[in-house]
C-alpha cells in the first residue's frame, strides 16, 4: 500500500511525488536558526540472526512523543525558513501556477452510461481540489453533484478530498468516499441525485485501496470492503488484518449490514491475516466475483458465486485461480472472464474461462504471450480492449468477441505515440482513449469500432502551454551493472549542448511491476525552459517488460532497482547530459529505497537528492501498519535471508560518517498512513550527523498532508517550486542562491 497509483500529472511523475506542501507554522517573526536541532543519541542494539544492528534513533518511532515533537517542529521551522530565503523561489512557483492555470479546467475518472450521462471529476484552474460532475448525455448540460470545499471542517487548514464515485446501475445515486487532509482514512457516503443530498449514512474504516464498492443491479444495495474497528492502544501491525467485505441494504441501520466475504464468513474460503477481500459486481453480469488480494502482492485469487446467493448460507464460492496462478488483473462479460495471466507468460497473455466452469486448465488464450507486455485490459459491448506495452509507449488492441475475427491495433495520430483505454463499458460500443507524448499534452479519443477511426471527445479543453515546439525527447537502453540493458527516457529542449552543464532530475520508482508511463505536464516547462533536463529510469522491480522484471527488482534482487538507477546517472554524465555537480535524483514511498541507496552507495554521482515520504528503514517498517501487507514486495526479517536482503536496501543503515553526501530534502506529511513521517526523521537525523559534505540536509514536513494522494493543487505547486528551488540552489544557480 505504498503510492502504487499512476501519478496524476507528468510533473508529479517526474518527481513521482508523494508527500506535498508547505509548512505553515503560524510562527511569525521568527528568527532563522543558523542550524536545525540535534536529534540525542540513544542506542539500542539489536540481534538479527546472529548480526548485531544498532540504531541511534530508534526513540523517534514513538513519533508523538514531546521529546520528539519538539525536534521534529524544529527541524521543520529551519527547513521551512532556509527555503524562503532562496532567491528565485516566490518567481519559480508563480512559474508553476501560472502553467498550471493555462488549462481552463481538467477532467478525470469518467464513467459513462448506456444513456449517454457522464459522471466525472472536474477542476477548474483555479481550484483546490476536484469536484464530482455529471453531464446529461442528451442536453449535454452539466451539474455539480458533491464539492469537498463545502463539507464542514474541524479547522479552517484542514481540506477534504473525494477518493472515489461509483453510479448506481440507473444512475440516480452515487456512492462515493472521502478522506481529509491526506489521511486516506475514507468514510463512505450515498447521494441522492433526486433531492440532491447524502442520505443519512455513513460508513468509516473504508477500504479503498484493493477494491471500490459495487452496486447490486437493483441499486437498492451495494458491497464495500473495510477495515476492523481495532482497540486505541493495539499494536500498528493490527491495522490491516482480517479487512472483511459486506453487503448494506439503503435504509437499514448501519451495524444491520452483512459480511459476505472474509475470514470466517459463512461460506468463504480460507483467508490469511493479510489477505483483502472485496466482492465485485460486475455491470452487464449476474456473477459475484470474489476477489482477494494477498497484502501489496500484484498476484490475486479469485472466486465466484451468483449474485443471488450472496448472504445466503448456503453460499457457495468456486475458485477461479488463486495467487500460484499469476493473475493480476480481469474483465467480466456476461458469463465469461477475461484474465491477465503471467504463470508461463514473463510479459503476460489474456485467458478466458467460464464463470459457469471456470477452469484454468481449459482456458482458451486469447492474447499469447509475446514481445510486448500485456499491461490491462477492459470489457465494451463489441470487443476486449487490452492495453500493451512496447517499450515506453503504449498500444490498445481490439480483439472482437466473433469467433476467428482478427486482433486489431487501434491506429494513434502520429504524434501522440502512446495510448490507454480511459473509458470502457460491457453495454456501450467502443472505448475512449486517452493518448499521451513525452512533450506535449495528449487527447480524449472516442473509438468507432464501425468506422474504426478515433474522434476527439471535446470533454478536455487544451492549454495554452499544451503543444510547445521546442521540447523533444529521447528513449535510450542503458547498460546496467550486470550487462543488462535498462530502458531511460529523456526529456529537454531542442538547443541544449550537451557540455554537461544542464540541471539534471532523474526520476525513479521500481517497484510493484509499477511502470512510469509517458506523460508531459505544462507544469514541466517551469523545469525544461530553463535548460534542465528530466530523465526517467525503467528500473527492474518496475513493470517495462514484465512479471520477470518486477520480480528482477524485489526482495533479493532488490539491489538492481538502485543499481539500476546509478547506472541511468552515469549515463547522463557519460553522455554529457549532465555532470554530477548539476545531477539530482529522486524517489518517493517505495522509491525512497531506489534513491536513498543510491546516494548511499554513490554520494559522488549527486549533488543533490530528494526523498518524498521514502521507506528508508526497512528492518523496522515491518513494526508499521502498512508494514505486513508489504513483505511479499520486500521480505521479512523473520527469515534470515530476506533479513540480509532488507538491511541491503535499508538506507538508514547504510550512512556511514565522515562522507561527503549530496545535499537531501526529505519531504513528508504527517497524515501519512502508508509510511510513517518517522522514517523521514531518523534517515533526516542521521545524515546530518554522518555527512561531511556541509551540504544541507533539510527535513519539509507538512502537518496537512499525507502520502501525496489527497494534496491540493496548492500544496502541489508549493512542493514542486520548495524542491525545485532547493535543486538550483545545490547546482549553483545565480539566481537561486540563498540571502
Known sequence: MFARKTPSSPLQQALVVCGYAFLTLGIENTLMAEKPPVAPIKTVAENYHGETIVDPYRYMEDFHSPLVQEWVKGQAEFAANTLKTIRGRDALLARIAELDAGTPYTISNITCRPNGDLFYFKQLASENVAKVFLRDGKTSQERLLIDPETFPKANADDHFTISFFRVSPNGSQLLYGFAASGSEETTLKVFDLLTNEDLPLAIDRIEAEYALPSWMPDGKSFTYSRRRDIAADAPPTEGYKFTQAFRYTIGDANEKATMIFAHGANGSPAMAEMDFPAVILPAGSTWALGQVKHGDETDMSLYVTPQTALGSPHVEWVKICDRTDQVTGYAVRGDDIY???????????????????????????????????????????????????????????????????PTETI???????????????????????????????????????????????????????????????????????????????????????LDGSNPTLLSGYGAYGFTLPMRYDPISLAWLQRGGVLAFAHTRGGGAFGKQWHHAGRKQTKANTWKDFIACGEYLVQKGYTSPSKLAGKGGSAGGILIGRAITERPDLFAAAQISVGCTDMLRFESTMNGPPNIPEFGTIQKADEFRSLLAMSTFHHIQNGVKYPAVILTHGINDPRVEPWQSAKTTARLQAASSSGKPILFRVDYHSGHGIGSTKKQRQEELADVWSFLLWQFGDASFQTH
Open 339 to 405: 484474465l491477465l495471466c503471467a504463470q508461463n507468460a514473463p510479459r503476460f497473455k489474456v485467458l478466458r474461462t467460464s464463470l459457469r466452469e471456470p477452469s484454468l486448465a481449459k482456458a482458451e488464450t486469447i492474447v499469447p504471450s509475446g514481445e510486448y507486455v500485456v499491461d490491462s485490459l477492459a470489457v465494451a459491448q463489441d470487443a476486449l480492449y487490452v492495453d500493451v506495452l512496447q517499450g515506453v509507449s503504449s498500444q490498445v488492441l481490439r480483439i472482437p468477441f466473433e469467433a476467428n475475427a
Open 411 to 497: 491506429t494513434l495520430p502520429a504524434d501522440e505515440p502512446s495510448g490507454t483505454v480511459a473509458v470502457a463499458h460491457p453495454e456501450i460500443p467502443g472505448v475512449m482513449i486517452r493518448t499521451r507524448s513525452w512533450t506535449q499534452t495528449g487527447h480524449l479519443y472516442q473509438y468507432d469500432p464501425v468506422a474504426r477511426s478515433l474522434s476527439e471527445t471535446g470533454l478536455q479543453p487544451q492549454g495554452k502551454y499544451d503543444s510547445p515546439d521546442f521540447l523533444t525527447s529521447v528513449e535510450f537502453m542503458v547498460t546496467s551493472h550486470d550487462g543488462v540493458k535498462v530502458p531511460l527516457s529523456i526529456i529537454h529542449r531542442k538547443d541544449i549542448r
